[in-house]
């Protein structure tokens, strides 16, 4: 029988010992030291873009999710003229989307929590804030380097904001929840908008909103399907806006505002229509203001209630939407000749028209005024 050599079995449990040791002692070394490597690398990242410039104060790495966590974002312009961050946010969770494995690839998902968005409108290009400086889907693959499927933003808020009128305008909808889902059309390959949006929120004056539709963010230029509704406003609460820019405020009322629009390579079609109800100007007499703005407000609150549909004491209008995205032209006239369709003809719906779809057959066409004056197609005295 061959003999056992005990001190030969001993030094080898005791290699292989030491080499599991040391690959444990390099793991815990690595998890310790990765989150600062990863927090360097996206400072790096944040401090080089074009016109912004951002930061972080934390990473934590989560190895078995495949994901990391950013602790305290904030993004703001390269610019001292604008006061406040163009982002902020407590977390934003960078992650492997898991379930995408099952379908032979792999995606990303990214989650916005307790974030803040700040539109600035200024009179000139330093005073003004809108993000459209660096391309910020290059960025974000710089920050997680695969193809992103899903997008959410939770309990956030997004604020538009001049500093420069008076008096200053702060705009806010809070509550802010959104989801963008099959981002890499895995899940409906032949659909020409397989990406499905949901937005909602908490408007200033208690009004909600509600924006969803369906995309395509593939292409360069993202097609897009898109309803948004934004109901019951408390019309007051917009006071800052009104006397900013049309010199007069609300004592009383509602606003709602509901919106189709079709973006199709570019070239946008679709109607933005606001209705507001049992509404009163407020009356200027009793505070400071001059003869003009007093009398201004006096023809204001007059072509109201002169041309608000009286049946349902509502002011409403239907302002088409055509152009380029370089380009939008809404149509002012057409808006100024549905005032009188609402007052006069029929009042608006507050609800969708269900009028504009995606593909060829943009818009389907509203009666107008002037359709009254036409003879119907089955006029008898007609000549054939």
């Given at each position: 029988?061959?003999?056992?050599?005990?001190?030969?079995?001993?030094?080898?449990?005791?290699?292989?010992?030491?080499?599991?040791?040391?690959?444990?002692?390099?793991?815990?070394i690595?998890?310790?030291?990765?989150?600062?490597?990863?927090?360097?690398?996206?400072?790096?990242?944040?401090s080089?873009?074009?016109?912004?410039?951002?930061?972080?104060?934390d990473?934590?790495?989560?190895?078995?999710?495949?994901?990391?966590?950013?602790?305290?974002?904030?993004?703001?312009?390269?610019?001292?003229?604008?006061?406040?961050?163009?982002?902020?946010?407590?977390?934003?969770?960078?992650?492997?989307?898991w379930?995408?494995?099952?379908?032979?690839?792999?995606?990303?998902?990214?989650?916005?929590?307790?974030?803040?968005?700040?539109?600035?409108?200024?009179?000139?290009?330093?005073?003004?804030?809108?993000?459209?400086?660096?391309?910020?889907?290059v960025?974000?693959?710089?920050?997680?380097?695969?193809?992103?499927?899903?997008?959410?933003?939770?309990?956030?808020?997004?604020?538009?904001?001049?500093?420069?009128?008076?008096?200053?305008?702060?705009?806010?909808i809070?509550?802010?929840?959104?989801?963008?889902?099959?981002?890499?059309?895995?899940?409906?390959?032949?659909?020409?908008?397989?990406?499905?949006?949901?937005?909602?929120?908490?408007?200033?004056?208690?009004?909600?909103?509600?924006?969803?539709?369906?995309?395509?963010?593939?292409?360069?230029?993202?097609?897009?399907?898109?309803?948004?509704?934004?109901?019951?406003?408390?019309?007051?609460?917009?006071?800052?806006?009104?006397?900013?820019?049309?010199?007069?405020?609300?004592?009383?009322?509602?606003?709602?505002?509901?919106?189709?629009?079709?973006?199709?390579?570019?070239?946008?079609?679709?109607?933005?229509?606001?209705?507001?109800?049992?509404?009163?100007?407020?009356?200027?007499?009793?505070?400071?203001?001059?003869?003009?703005?007093?009398?201004?407000?006096?023809?204001?609150?007059?072509?109201?209630?002169?041309?608000?549909?009286?049946?349902?004491?509502?002011?409403?209008?239907?302002?088409?939407?055509?152009?380029?995205?370089?380009?939008?032209?809404?149509?002012?006239?057409?808006?100024?000749?549905?005032?009188?369709?609402?007052?006069?003809?029929?009042?608006?719906?507050?609800?969708?028209?269900?009028?504009?779809?995606?593909?060829?057959?943009?818009?389907?066409?509203?009666?107008?005024?002037?359709?009254i004056?036409?003879?119907?197609?089955?006029?008898?005295?007609?000549?054939?």
């Open positions: 029988m061959k003999s056992i050599n005990i001190p030969h079995i001993h030094k080898k449990t005791r290699i292989i010992g030491i080499l599991l040791l040391s690959v444990y002692s390099l793991l815990i690595a998890r310790l030291i990765l989150p600062v490597i990863v927090k360097n690398y996206v400072n790096k990242v944040l080089n873009m074009e016109g912004y410039r951002g930061s972080i104060d990473v934590d790495i989560r190895l078995i999710r495949g994901a990391y966590v950013i602790k305290n974002l904030t993004l703001e312009k390269v610019n001292e003229k604008v006061p406040v961050p163009f982002i902020t946010a407590k977390t934003v969770d960078l992650s492997i989307e379930k995408t494995l099952l379908k032979g690839t792999i995606k990303g998902k990214v989650v916005f929590d307790d974030a803040n968005l700040n539109f600035v409108f200024g009179p000139d290009s330093s005073s003004n804030q809108y993000g459209a400086e660096t391309n910020w889907t960025q974000l693959k710089k920050l997680l380097p695969i193809q992103i499927d899903r997008f959410e933003i939770h309990n956030s808020k997004v604020s538009c904001l001049n500093f420069h009128s008076k008096p200053k305008i702060d705009m806010k809070t509550h802010v929840n959104v989801w963008a889902t099959n981002l890499s059309n895995l899940d409906n390959p032949g659909d020409e908008l397989p990406s499905i949006l949901h937005v909602e929120g908490i408007s200033i004056g208690e009004g909600k909103l509600s924006i969803t539709g369906k995309m395509n963010v593939l292409k360069k230029i993202p097609n897009a399907c898109i309803k948004l509704k934004l109901t019951n406003v408390h019309l007051p609460s917009l006071n800052n806006l009104f006397k900013a820019f049309g010199k007069f405020e609300f004592e009383k009322g509602t606003f709602s505002l509901y919106s189709e629009l079709s973006l199709d390579n570019s070239n946008i079609q679709g109607y933005i229509k606001p209705i507001l109800n049992d509404m009163n100007v407020k009356n200027w007499s009793d505070e400071n203001g001059n003869a003009f703005q007093k009398l201004w407000v006096v023809v204001v609150g007059v072509a109201f209630d002169v041309f608000k549909n009286q049946t349902q004491n509502e002011f409403a209008t239907k302002i088409p939407i055509k152009g380029t995205l370089s380009n939008v032209d809404p149509e002012i006239i057409n808006g100024i000749i549905n005032i009188f369709h609402n007052a006069f003809i029929k009042a608006y719906d507050k609800s969708f028209d269900n009028t504009v779809t995606f593909g060829p057959n943009k818009e389907i066409k509203d009666k107008s005024i002037f359709d004056f036409k003879k119907k197609s089955d006029d008898p005295f007609k000549k054939s």
